[in-house]
């Protein structure tokens, strides 16, 4: 089983952006990033950051647990009577069909959901929905040429972060732009951007 977090879409309304989030749950904004994009597991000092700084909300309000490998199934925890999270899986989705989160998330607004309702799927905001919806699925990872600069933007989908956080880590010096032409538009170097992935976003 695999321990998943609504803690992303609760913050929507509640804390500004997610260095707030991250201040207040008394964690890293680079743990905040991995754990929302999945690359690192829930542990205990996120579930005690998450009781802190929802301290109104039940521990199977904040995290739910689904099968290994079955990220798109939803799956609402309860607590057992020794405090266990429970599975407790909805009727009609343990056979969801793998496949990316674009085309998961484009089958189910099809299928009539609303916005909130696929967001709580997914754990996020109904406004991510949209954005996923209308991204060109083409675009969403650019593969520019090796020696070629990224915009801020494409540095951006590369990361898949706001651009202002990645304007945020040029002027901390955290990632290194270069400026061109009379505008001074910001321009990154995929190396520097692969360096930062292997280092960690935002450290």
Known sequence: MQLKTRVFKLSNGRYENLS????VMGISLAQIYRVR???????????????????????????????????MTDSRSDLGAKGNLVSVQEPGQAGMVAGSRRDEVVKLRESGLTYAAIGSRFGISKERVR?????????????????????????????????????????????KAYRICSRGDRR????????????????
């Open 20 to 23: 707030e989030l991250a201040q």
């Open 188 to 203: 990154f170097r995929r190396e520097d951007v692969d360096a930062l992935l292997k280092g960690g976003k935002g450290n």
């Open 37 to 71: 994009a999945g690359k690192r597991d829930i542990g205990e000092k996120f579930i005690i950051g998450a009781v802190k700084a929802f301290p109104g909300n039940k521990l199977d309000d904040l995290f739910y647990v689904v099968p290994d490998g079955s990220e």
């Open 131 to 175: 954005q996923i919806l209308n991204e060109n699925p083409a675009q969403q990872k650019p593969t520019p040429d090796p020696d070629g600069m990224l915009t801020a933007r494409e540095t951006a989908r590369f990361l898949n972060v706001h651009i202002n956080t990645v304007r945020r880590w040029s002027n901390k010096g955290t990632l």
